[in-house]
């Protein structure tokens, strides 16, 4: 099993998984191949579409783990895929996706192997795992609201492009992509500190502005802590440098900043808290666990040199569990 979680893959941020049965497995995933008529398509290997709705002559797509949509055209040549991807949000199960090249467009899908599918019904899991050794001995709850402010500095000095940060840096100023990472790495300086967090996960037609672009997400993810403030009084903040480098927010206005207008029509599906150890959850709630942050950093360090709101996302098919 240790050696098949090994041969995972994950694509623009998206679990991908190359079977062992198939005879591409071994495959580059960025091979680009060339279909009739001279498109250009890239495989990107399987994949579980957790997504699809139509939208203005198009299926957008949501995948497991991206926070990016991608989309379909509504054509009678898409008829046969568009089915294939519906009976696979349904059931939970792998697809191939064909990307065209430089683009969030599928241009073809085809079907997983037996072994794909076996796989994904083992990983995806509704169960809440406990950390055998690790939560007991954190705190719930942060004590003050100077050490809340502390602790948010600790985390903002790991961003990416700042001398202060370690390998791997945090991706704050790439929004784009690699947020279910950039939560998780936050919760490791959460934990190293003494203490743990939530995380809430957001679903919908999300926009969100850097001040200098906009970016488009099928969820968002940051972790949920709890302080005491001057009162004594249990409150919740999110932190996420991404969206707000002035400190922690109100998880309320943190979904706000992931519906900002000014991007576009946006609208909150659905919202959820999980355990901190939670690494990825659908809308449906079927979870994902990366307890020994392999994809985190991975996936941390592939995104480690962009910046802004460039899209389509760069290949993340390296990057294992």
Not at 14 to 36: G, M, R, W
Not at 138 to 167: E, W
Not at 206 to 217: K, Y
Not at 261 to 284: H, I, K, M
Request: net charge positive; with cysteine; proline share 4%.
């Amino acid at each position: 099993m240790k050696k098949f979680l090994l041969s995972m893959m994950v694509f623009a941020s998206v679990l991908l998984f190359n079977s062992c049965s198939d005879t591409n497995a071994n495959q580059d995933p960025n091979i680009v191949a060339k279909e009739s008529g001279e498109v250009t398509m890239k495989d990107f290997g399987r994949t579980v579409p957790v997504g699809i709705d139509k939208e203005n002559g198009k299926f957008k797509v949501s995948f497991i783990l991206s926070a990016q949509p991608y989309e379909i055209k509504d054509t009678k040549e898409n008829e046969a895929y568009i089915s294939m991807i519906s009976q696979a949000v349904k059931n939970e199960s792998p697809v191939r996706i064909f990307l065209k090249s430089n683009s969030n467009e599928i241009l073809k899908v085809d079907s997983p192997t037996l072994e794909d599918i076996r796989f994904f019904k083992s990983a995806l899991t509704k169960e809440i795992k406990a950390e055998k050794g690790i939560t007991n001995k954190l705190a719930n709850v942060i004590p003050d609201q100077a050490t809340l402010n502390s602790l948010f500095t600790q985390i903002k000095n790991q961003s990416c492009g700042t001398s202060t940060a370690s390998s791997p840096c945090i991706t704050f100023r790439y929004p784009v992509d690699g947020c279910y990472a950039r939560a998780h790495k936050m919760r490791q300086i959460l934990n190293n500190a003494g203490y743990e967090c939530e995380k809430q996960f957001v679903y919908g037609n999300l926009r969100a502005s850097t001040g200098t672009c906009c970016v488009s997400w099928v969820y968002h993810v940051a972790i949920l802590v709890s302080f005491k403030n001057a009162s004594g009084v249990i409150e919740k903040r999110i932190i996420d440098p991404s969206l707000n480098s002035n400190g922690p927010i109100t998880d309320t206005a943190w979904r706000a900043a992931c519906t900002n207008s000014t991007c576009g029509s946006t609208s909150v599906s659905s919202f959820a808290n999980t355990p901190g150890n939670v690494y990825y959850r659908n809308p449906a709630g079927s979870l994902l666990y990366d307890d020994n942050l392999v994809n985190t950093n991975c996936t941390l360090t592939a995104f480690s040199a962009l910046s802004g709101c460039s899209a389509p996302v760069p290949s993340t098919a390296h990057c294992g569990f």
